[in-house]
């Protein structure tokens, strides 16, 4: 096993006692991953994994705010847990960025890509499918596409569609839509390619945020599952990912 903590106190002190009751290895030799924090440091060891090609579990406990992705904090049981822990395969998000200068950026979204709007002004974005057009021009805040692992994040705070972590789909949900004003998203299969293009980009800049990676004055963005690309997450069975993004429907 490998341990790797976030750098809050929390975090420091939980690492200082499971290293003096556990012998932990190198990340490049481990075969499971413990991290140690909140939901933004899982996905920064997500995103380590992803840019070195290392593909092992990773078991986290949190020691953060909210934890969605994470287990409890409880260092005594460790390795019985780890031996009945449930495994969720993740894959992420493979997203083409243009922007203005001509430049392009090819990054990963585990969670959800965003497009916000970078003034006052509101953005308008059109929206393809598939090289078909859907929504000739889109004059919101911003639009997202979720994962299902993603969409009880900022997808949900927008009003998107809550997502099955096995059910093979994306969520296409509008932030703060003023016209079309009865389009409230789209649920597609996570094999369609959706692209964004910014209309009156001079006027109306916009940014594009993968997880926490973002790229300002965009003219295009492209997503797609990355299906040649997992990550493995691991769960206790009483705390299993799948049963807490189903039951978040029921959350008032």
Known sequence: MALIASSTPE???????????YDFVPLEEADTIIALGGDGHMLQILHQMLERGQVCPVYGMNLGT???????WRPGELMARLGKAKSFTVKP???TITTLEGKTHIL????????LRETRQTAKIGISVNGREAITELICDGVLVATPAGSTAYNLSANGP???L??????????????????????LPDRYSITLDIRDHAKRPVSAVADQREIRDVARVEVQLNTERELKLLFDPEHALDDRIAMEQFIT
């Open 11 to 21: 975090a420091r002190k939980a690492d200082a006692e499971l290293r003096a009751d």
């Open 66 to 72: 909210v934890g969605f992705l994470m287990n409890e």
């Open 93 to 95: 998000l493979q997203v």
């Open 108 to 115: 990963p979204a585990i969670n959800e890509v965003s497009l």
């Open 162 to 164: 809550i997502l099955p």
């Open 166 to 187: 096995d059910s093979s789909l994306l969520a296409l949900t509008p932030i703060s839509p003023f016209r079309p004003r009865r389009w409230k998203g789209a649920i």
